[in-house]
């Protein structure tokens, strides 16, 4: 080896301790770790001299990690329910960064030091916008009828001037605009609606097992529609956080951007990396029968029925198997600013059969829990 770094002008030493050193020379800007002189060695020597050895040491199974694994399990299921994946910049126009700042944790824009054009100027801090854009870009090619989404970064920092790293979080967005179904001679294509894009959150929470934690809660967001929004909250057990929204993109944006009716929404995935439970669990099929119940209410049209289903599934206890709403109708008649909200409920004893007093005992406490918390009237 002395001899070969004498040939390259390379000067070494070799101490009394066993140490050999070697001194660069600067003009040699290509070697700078251990391993560079190791390879000036073997290529002088020759490689076909180094003896060939077996690789030792301990070797590990590769595996994805849990956040891996999820996004990877979204993407299929997802592709599975007919969504198409978009890839998109994270740099985009200065407007952008400021449309849907719900999770951007009150982050300030990034920009970049030299942009190469105003449109590519700043880091997102969501991911909707970019699918507004890949919305547009379609339509503007006929292409009207679009079920998107998108696994990626945003960027987000509470500093004016940066003198750390921004903190980089994983969303999930979608977009859903068009129809339904293609029109057939005795089918009438169907637009989407609000009910196509929560369907999809609802498909993510399934696939996390986060299903029972997830609560919407109607809400006015910026440049999303009044009356066709909600937050999604999620229960840890110690409180709800928010971890996302769902919404049809307010009638200004719509017209601006000209889009029909679009539908999107966003969700941190952080948190769903924390509390996803994708353990299979089963249950033995009921051996005892059940007693169906239809209950239904009047109420004022500002009470959401997903807190109706709250109150009623602590009344119903042990013994409510299942409750879902089949029906919610508007009407004048039926006084001003009430609605009905019908609910199917099944109750069933897990160890015997249910009577019908006990059963007719429960759902009482059901309409008296209704009528105490939100002053719902039973609808005869």
Known sequence: MRAIFARLGFETEWSADGVFTVKVPTR??????????????????GYDNIPSTAIEGSTTIGRLTGPQAIRRALRQKLADSGLQETFTY?????????????????AVPIRVAMPMSEDRSELRTSLVPSLIDAAIYNRNRKNGDLRLFEIGSVFLTNEETLTELPRERHRIAGLITGSRTDAQWNVKAEPVDFYDAKGVLETIFELLGVSNRVRYEAAALDNLHPGRAAKVMLDTGSGEILIGYVGQLHPTVQLREELDDTYVFELALEPLYEYADTRITQQPLPRYPSIDRDLAVLVDRSVEAGSLLGAIREAGGDLLESVSVFDVYVDDRLGADKKSVAFSLVYRHPERTLTDEEAAERHAAVVERLASDFGAELRK
């Open 28 to 45: 040699r800007g290509d070697i700078s770790i251990p391993e560079d002189l190791i390879e000036e060695v073997a290529r002088l020597h």
């Open 90 to 106: 994270s740099l985009t126009h200065p407007s952008r960064t400021r449309m849907f700042t719900l999770l951007a944790e009150g």
